[in-house]
């Protein structure tokens, strides 16, 4: 054969090979198995936990599947299949960043019994209402629990003589409050972050309870100071506080994630229920009294504000969960002070304590605040004073 021949041929051959290629590309690119579908065409299934805590509760749940046999519905296998769905357990080390809201995936995926009969099964997916530790729900503190219903439908084919699962589709009927869920659609149960098989849980504790919170023996520092305790004190400069003397407060709350002002059977101030507007509450305290606040949750931000007061100025320290006192102070008489803003109440001790100076009016009627520009004043006076008569006395001469 000539070099000739022989180069055309293999550039027939070449030629051959690349439009086969071509042709069998596509239709690799549409293989299912080259890139999965974890929403609409997953043969695995992962759920999903979201954990809402302010203090760090580890926490182990658990899920339940139950088979739907409907003798109605000629669409279902009514075979028993067994459904097994993992545990998700929050540890310390999970709850570290200290971000109140945490997110976990199930290590493994769910996992049935044995395949015995082709055809859909389907199965209601909850969340089982025992936790380890088990959270009896009281004044202090709530385990808030999923309501949320899944539907997983799993699909069982025969291959090359054998079961095996084709596909799982899971639809979410329910929210976490239990109502009818207003999305439609299926969600993706795969193991990355758009998974929606999810579960949402709160554990919420009321602030200043303690570390550990007993409602048959609350913490002295609750006792005295509730979640959160406002005080007001006048410093008259020697002279007796006026008993008349109202200061103005606002407060404002900003709750956890989960959680609202009812969550607690409702916030209250001195004992008595406290209607909030917007989350703020304006209350007025005079000379030794208080505010003390109860019903808030752990991770609460809060926003306290003294309007300023005709000749006072005000000054504060708080303490948050207990630690280090921090100092505020006005930079005036009547200014407003905002003592702390956005601060979280934590387990242990919350105090707001504000001090208002008076502006002593001596009995010569002048305000001491206001001195220094009268005697400015007088000084002037006195010198243009002396210089008009030393202008008189320099003419006469």
């Known amino acids: 054969m ?46 999903k936990k979201t954990y809402n805590t302010e203090v760090k509760k580890e926490m182990t749940f658990t899920f339940a599947a139950t088979q739907v046999k409907d003798a109605s519905r000629d669409d279902l296998v009514k075979t028993d299949l067994t459904c097994d769905i993992p545990n998700i357990k929050f540890e310390a080390a999970d709850l570290n960043s200290g971000a109140g809201t945490y997110t976990k995936l199930s290590d493994t995926a769910i996992t049935f019994g ?15 209402a025992t936790t380890n530790p088990v959270v009896t729900n009281n004044d202090y503190e709530k385990l808030i629990m999923s309501q949320a219903e899944y539907k997983m439908d799993v699909y069982v084919v025969e291959k090359s003589g054998k079961l095996e699962i084709d596909k799982i589709l899971v639809t979410k009927t329910k929210n ?11 969600v993706d149960i795969g193991k990355n972050d758009s998974n929606g098989f999810n579960f949402t849980n709160t554990y919420v504790q009321e602030a200043g309870t303690g570390e550990t919170p007993d409602p048959t023996d609350p913490d002295p520092n609750y006792t005295e100071n509730g979640a959160l305790k406002v005080s007001k004190t006048i410093d008259a400069q020697g002279e007796t506080p006026s008993d008349s003397a109202s200061f103005s407060f606002t407060a ?20 008595a229920d406290v209607s909030l507007t917007g989350g703020t509450y304006e209350f007025n305290l005079k000379h030794g009294q208080n505010m ?69 009016v001596p009995t010569t009627g002048i305000i001491m605040n206001t001195l220094p520009y009268v005697l400015m004043v007088a000084l002037c006076a006195a010198a243009l004073f002396g210089f008009v008569a030393f202008k008189r006395k320099k003419v006469q001469k």
């Open 114 to 128: 044995t395949l015995e009969e082709a055809g859909k099964y389907e199965y209601t997916v909850t969340e089982s």
């Open 292 to 360: 003390k606040f109860t019903g808030l949750p752990v991770g609460t931000k809060i926003t306290v504000t003294e309007t300023g007061a005709a000749n006072y100025k005000a000054s504060a320290s708080f303490v948050l969960n207990g630690g280090t006192a921090t100092t505020r102070a006005a930079g005036k008489y009547h200014e407003d002070l905002t003592v702390v803003t956005d601060g979280k109440l934590g387990q242990k001790t919350n105090t707001v304590d504000v001090t208002n100076t008076y502006n002593y």
């Open 252 to 271: 404002k709350f900003v709750f956890p994630e989960g959680t609202d002002a009812a969550t607690l059977g409702g916030v209250k101030g001195n004992g």
């Open 176 to 186: 976490d409050k239990g109502d009818p869920d207003t999305e439609t659609g299926k």
């Open 2 to 47: 000539s070099m000739k021949k022989f180069t055309k041929k293999m550039l027939a051959i070449v030629a051959a090979v690349a439009m086969t290629m071509g042709m069998a590309m596509p239709a690799f690119a549409a293989d299912p198995s080259s890139a999965q579908d974890t929403k609409n065409n997953a043969k695995e299934a992962y759920i």
